[in-house]
């Protein structure tokens, strides 16, 4: 099984990928693309619409802070042709605040314990998302990679994409790749290490809370052979929070800012990401 579905970018300058799903049989409803979410979300609204119960709680790590969630199981979730079933969601009004934050009304967010069922390929020139079942192949391509790059996921409570990546021609350093993130993190430490000159900015929004930050700018950043020259970033101690969860360094986050420029290839299976 392969298929291809659209998708639209919400929120101008920091843009969100949503998608057009179909939960528990109904839909169609909006979520999220989020390779940054461990368990993919539901609003509660959406919760009572398709009677899904609560049957725990728990505590997350967004990007602001600590979150407190509930836990359900979906029927199944649809993405396209691409189908898993019984599938294990968090409920939390968080995602009402995102939807505020980029003019949106979003109804979910798809994490890692969907998408690591299929290859993912996001082709942002063309505003498409394709999956593959894990099982298949690998993915044909007819242009030549800037990147093919070993990745592994940082824990079980918190699978993130890991990779390494060059920071103005330096490292490697520890990033996250994360489609859920509209400008690229770094830590204040590595912003120290390198004297970047950065600006205070009004606070992001991320899961959790509000997140204080400034903004900057890296002469390149690169994985691999795929580099970006004058890339702004964020500059934020949230990483610290973030890099106690999953009990690793963590340097920077990789968001869409740089993603745009290519088309991004995540093959959970073989722990593989292919730039092109």
């Known amino acids: 099984m392969q298929d291809e579905v659209s998708f639209r970018l919400a929120g101008g300058a920091q843009p969100l990928i949503l998608l057009?799903?179909?939960?528990?049989?109904?839909?169609?409803?909006?979520?999220i693309l989020d390779t940054g979410a461990g368990t993919s979300l539901i609003t509660p609204e959406l919760a009572r619409q398709l009677n899904v119960a609560e049957t725990a709680h728990k505590d997350g790590v967004g990007a602001g802070g600590r979150v407190r969630?509930?836990?359900?199981?979906?029927?199944?979730?649809?993405?396209?042709?691409?189908?898993v079933e019984d599938l294990e969601v968090a409920i939390t009004d968080e995602l009402q605040r995102i939807g505020l934050a980029v003019g949106a009304k979003i109804d979910g967010d798809v994490g890692?314990?969907?998408?690591?069922?299929?290859?993912?390929?996001?082709?942002?020139?063309?505003y498409m998302l394709r999956?593959?079942?894990?099982?298949?192949?690998?993915?044909?391509?007819?242009?030549?990679?800037?990147?093919?790059?070993?990745?592994?996921?940082?824990?079980?409570?918190?699978?993130?994409?890991?990779i390494e990546a060059l920071v103005n021609g330096a490292g490697p350093f520890q990033?996250?790749?994360?489609?859920?993130?509209?400008?690229?993190?770094?830590?204040?430490?590595?912003?120290?290490?390198?004297s970047l000159q950065s600006t205070s900015v009004p606070d992001m929004t991320g899961a959790g809370g509000s997140v204080q930050a400034a903004v900057g700018m890296l002469e390149t950043l690169a994985i691999e052979n795929a580099a970006q020259r004058d890339v702004q970033v964020m500059?934020?101690?949230v990483l610290t929070m973030l890099g106690g969860a999953i009990g690793a360094r963590l340097d920077g986050i990789i968001g869409y800012n740089y993603l745009?420029?290519?088309?991004?290839?995540?093959?959970?299976?073989?722990?593989?990401?292919?730039?092109?």
Do not use: C, W
Not at 20 to 31: L, S
Not at 112 to 126: E, H, P, S
Not at 260 to 276: A, H, N, S, W
């Open 69 to 83: 969630v509930a836990l359900g199981r979906l029927a199944s979730l649809e993405v396209g042709a691409a189908r």
């Open 112 to 126: 890692y314990n969907f998408l690591k069922n299929f290859r993912v390929t996001i082709d942002y020139a063309r």
């Open 131 to 162: 999956l593959d079942q894990a099982t298949e192949g690998e993915l044909e391509s007819g242009a030549p990679a800037r990147a093919r790059v070993k990745f592994r996921i940082a824990h079980p409570a918190k699978p993130l994409v890991l």
């Open 260 to 276: 745009k420029e290519f088309k991004v290839g995540i093959d959970y299976q073989r722990e593989m990401l292919t730039l092109e």
């Open 175 to 194: 990033f996250a790749l994360d489609t859920g993130t509209s400008t690229t993190l770094i830590s204040g430490e590595l912003a120290q290490g390198f």
């Open 235 to 237: 500059v934020s101690d």
């Open 20 to 31: 057009t799903v179909r939960a528990g049989g109904a839909g169609p409803f909006e979520f």
